[in-house]
């Protein structure tokens, strides 16, 4: 697959090190004179810009955090006035007060440049009809996407989060031959192609670009085979662009290319705030270099991934950070040890017959924790053999306990029962706490 913009992708380290230090130096110069909350924490600090002379000073930079955004509310953190603004998009606040981003023009152009280069690597060209299934509103992903593939020349349907069956045939209808939109409702698209028996040959899909929920391996080979496409992945966080930020390339679907010239990112011990070398993995900070409306130093993403800064086999120099599968907050503490919903349900998916529908269920009874796991697995099996059932059911509780310490009473459910969702998180209801099941989604 051709690589959209060369001279940026495939630049040497060396090279691209400095283009990050020039961006950098060059926005904390902007911010010290346009931003009163940065200036505050750089004064806090005794910090001025000229202290930071390479990218190692990077760690003497304060850190910002998405309450800092919710309390600049609606606009405190902007660095131009409204006038050079012109896109305004916001997180949906479903979990507190929505955190908002603006772009000027130049921000727009940029935008479109880097979303337009992962949906290169993605494998998606100017040939391509592009079916984009994120909602159009004040979320960042349709628009970005949107603008990425028109810039590729490729030809957009803008379906919006329609119904699945009216995806299905606006997809038959209009020859769409690559899919943009969440692994979730890819999944739930592939279950209305199986309720109404479409074939896979009536639908000329050869693409799917999917992101910003995670989803394991064991989904994207699902979704790959139930849909008769290649499925990369993308990280998109609304706080710093949206998405753009990084995505696999087609080739090798090993880690996701970091648009490094815009984005300068770190790892650091979620506990500590210590910067952690490549291939350690923790939590992924990121520090914008050309954007013009909100520039951000060293946001915290809470998502868990890790750096590597070897060149790709598909040529491009840019590193690439691991699929996110967990964020800090994801955590779950229960029954004595730590698990995240996502390795539950890597466990579960290498289980023959069950569906990637799950739900962790934590009570606390007479001091007791309780943890129940729900699964959904095929009706056939329901229906079936009560001693294959059993040992579905203790081939799920043993390799919870050998692979992750959890021990857990099981219930197997039918299909559909409990459905997909947008975030791992959302799998967990914790009823030891008043606000239980409440968890943040990505934002
Ligand atoms: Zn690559």
């Keep these: 697959m051709p690589i959209w913009n060369p001279r940026i992708e495939t630049m040497p380290r060396a090279e691209l090190e400095q283009l990050q230090l020039e961006r950098l130096q060059a926005t904390l110069n902007r911010i010290w004179d346009s931003v009163p909350f940065y200036r505050r924490r750089f004064e806090e600090l005794g910090l001025i810009p000229e202290h930071i002379r390479s990218l190692d000073d990077l760690r003497l930079l304060p850190f910002t955090a998405k309450d800092d955004l919710r309390t600049g509310y609606p606009y405190d953190l902007f660095a131009l006035p409204l006038r050079e603004v012109v896109r305004i998009h916001a997180s949906s606040g479903a979990t507190g007060p929505p955190t908002v981003v603006g772009y000027t023009k130049n921000d727009l152009r940029n935008w479109g440049e880097l979303v337009a280069r992962l949906l290169s690597a993605g494998g998606a060209t100017k040939d391509d009809v592009i079916q984009i299934s994120f909602s159009y509103g004040l979320l960042t992903d349709a628009f970005g996407f949107h603008q990425g593939a028109e810039e590729i020349g490729a030809s957009v349907i803008p379906v919006s989060a329609d119904a699945p069956d009216r995806q299905i045939k606006i997809m038959q209808d209009f020859r769409s031959t690559v899919l943009v939109g969440t692994p979730s409702y890819a999944l739930r698209i592939a279950e209305a192609l199986d309720h109404h028996d479409v074939p896979l040959s009536s639908l000329h899909l050869r693409w799917g670009i999917f992101g910003s929920a995670p989803w394991p391996e064991t989904v994207r080979r699902r979704i790959e085979f139930l849909l008769g496409l290649s499925a990369t992945d993308n990280y998109a966080i609304s706080e710093v662009m949206g998405p753009g930020v990084s995505g696999e390339c087609e080739e090798n679907k090993n880690g996701l290319h970091i648009n490094e010239d815009h984005f300068l990112c770190e790892i650091i011990d979620p506990d500590s705030g210590e910067v952690l070398p490549p291939g350690q993995a923790g939590e992924l900070v990121i520090t914008t270099l050309a954007k013009e409306a909100l520039p ?40 004595g040890v730590k698990v995240f919903p996502a390795q539950i349900e890597e466990v579960l998916l290498q289980v023959e017959g069950v569906e990637p529908n799950y739900r962790v269920i934590v009570d606390e009874v007479g001091g007791v ?68 099941g409440d968890r943040n989604t990505r934002e």
């Design 296 to 335: 951000i130093l060293r946001y915290r993403t809470r998502d868990l991934t890790s750096l590597n800064l070897e060149t790709c086999s598909c040529g491009r120099t840019l590193a690439r950070m691991a699929r996110v599968f967990s964020r800090t907050d994801d955590m779950l503490i229960a029954g």
């Design 369 to 436: 924790e309780r943890v129940e796991v729900q699964v959904e697995v095929s009706s056939a099996l329901l229906t079936g053999d009560v001693s294959q059932l059993l040992k579905v059911q203790n081939q799920i509780r043993q390799s919870l306990e050998a692979d992750l310490g959890l021990v857990a009473e099981l219930k197997l459910v039918e299909s559909r029962t409990i459905g997909p969702v947008d975030h791992p998180s959302q799998r967990v209801v914790d009823r030891r706490r008043a606000e239980g």
